[in-house]
């Protein structure tokens, strides 16, 4: 496989190059040079998930890794299931939260340690990485125990859930957690300090596991496939994804898919008030507004990474601009729709019920929707509680750590601080 930095055509990678590097030069994307179209996609659809999922990527990334160390990280990345469930008599939803730590995440933070450590054998890695909640988690379970890789996670000290925190802060081992006393700007400030340092950055092999990381993105065009596969043959055609976004790593992974031939009609960027897509796509106007904060956290960004890998889809004619619409959802449709959702008889949490939301507004005669249900409604138990009025039961996953001691060390937002903790700690 061949990679282009969007910011430097010169600027090329492998895949195993682009998974190591992460950003290219000038913070340049890496975007395949090609995407390739399969051929018989009804045949693929009626493949199980891991064996299609193997299939599919053996077509985007060719024979780099060799056949069966791509079959082995699938293997191992991909061990629980996305199942779709249907909501109205025209809308389904694809479940996504059934990995460890009940988000999406789990698919490309999984497939990206597995690839990492295979294409890293044996040299010492660092990953360094901040969270404002969900990335964390499923970064350092899946990095978790794996040899010769170390985790470092910064969080905003007090501002994500207590569960959200205990699910990366209680593990341990190669895992490191700090909790600064800043917010989450402030926490991600620190980790770009740390790679403009070359002490840090040589000294401790730094790599950020963040999304935009090429392997990342690949694993999730995998589940668009799933979803598809469970969606009736004759509905295909018709289908219309909403894309609860906020970096817009998902979106695009499904837009690659699209591109590679999957029968999706048109998507939906759904966003939350932080609207900066929705807007440009009806004015032409690139205008990030302040980030503000609201109840879909993970969906709190204005300036959203990933968005040049979907104008260069868009750009080099693979999808057609007209098959992506916007729509922002504030919080009382949030919480109208998380309500309607459970009048269907479906609980949701509000990263999903904003894509259900813009899709049941969005959908004309015929078509049918699917929207993307990102995380576990636990995992927003005091709002679901809250706009429901009803108790929800914790999953296993939190039961497991709800009563265990968080490991997280308390550092200000002093990058002094941390550059001192991090070489002692890893020294
Ligand atoms: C990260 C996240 C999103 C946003 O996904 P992007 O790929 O960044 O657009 C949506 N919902 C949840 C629950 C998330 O954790």
């Not at 890293?120 to 040899?147: C, K, Q, Y």
Request: with cysteine; charged share 20%.
């Amino acid at each position: 496989m061949e990679l282009v930095n969007l910011k430097n055509s010169g600027d090329t990678a492998s895949f195993a190059e682009a998974v190591k590097r992460g950003l290219g030069k000038n913070q340049g994307l890496y975007f395949p040079a090609t995407i390739p179209t399969l051929g018989d996609v009804d045949e693929l659809l009626d493949k199980p998930f891991v064996e299609r999922s193997i299939a599919i990527l053996r077509s985007i990334i060719g024979d780099e890794l060799g056949d069966g160390l791509l079959e082995e990280i699938v293997q191992q990345a991909f061990t629980f299931p996305a199942p779709v469930e249907t909501v109205t008599d025209r809308i389904y939803t694809l479940e996504l939260f059934h990995g460890p730590t009940l988000a999406f995440k789990d698919f490309g933070g999984r497939f990206m340690a597995q690839c990492l450590s295979r294409i890293s054998a044996g040299e010492p890695v660092t990953i360094l990485t901040a969270t404002s909640g969900d990335t964390g988690a499923a970064v350092a379970r899946a990095f978790h125990g794996i040899e010769n890789i170390n985790v470092v996670i910064l969080f905003p000290k007090g501002k994500i859930s207590p569960l959200q925190e205990k699910l990366f802060s209680t593990l341990g081992d190669n895992v490191h957690t700090v909790a600064v006393e800043g917010d989450f700007d402030i926490c991600q400030s620190l980790v770009k300090t740390a790679f403009d340092d070359p002490d840090v950055r040589e000294g401790l092999h730094l790599n950020s596991a963040n999304s935009i990381n090429i392997s990342r993105l690949l694993a999730q065009v995998c589940y668009y496939f799933e979803a598809v596969s469970q969606i009736p043959a004759e509905k295909r055609e018709q289908l219309v994804v909403s894309v609860p976004s906020g970096n817009f790593g998902n979106l695009t992974a499904g837009m690659i898919a699209k591109a590679m031939g999957l029968p999706i009609k048109r998507f939906i960027a759904a966003t939350n008030l932080n609207d900066t897509v929705p807007r440009y796509l009806k004015t032409g106007e690139w205008e990030p507004n302040a980030t503000v904060a609201t109840m879909s956290n993970a969906m709190d960004v204005s300036q959203p990474n990933n968005w040049p890998r979907i104008e260069a889809l868009i750009e080099q004619g693979y999808i057609d601009k007209s098959c992506l619409r916007g729509e922002s959802v504030d919080e009382e449709y949030t919480q109208l729709a998380m309500r309607q959702l459970a009048h269907h008889g479906y609980t949701s949490e509000p990263h999903a019920a904003i894509a259900f939301r813009a899709v049941s507004h969005d959908l004309n005669e015929g078509e049918y929707g699917l929207f993307l249900g990102t995380a576990h409604p636990a995992k927003f138990r005091e709002t679901v509680e809250n706009v429901l009025g009803q108790p929800l039961s914790l999953p296993k996953p939190l039961q497991e750590v709800a009563g265990k001691e968080s490991l997280a060390v308390t550092l200000p937002a002093d990058y002094q601080a941390l550059k001192a903790h991090m070489m002692e700690l890893l020294k």
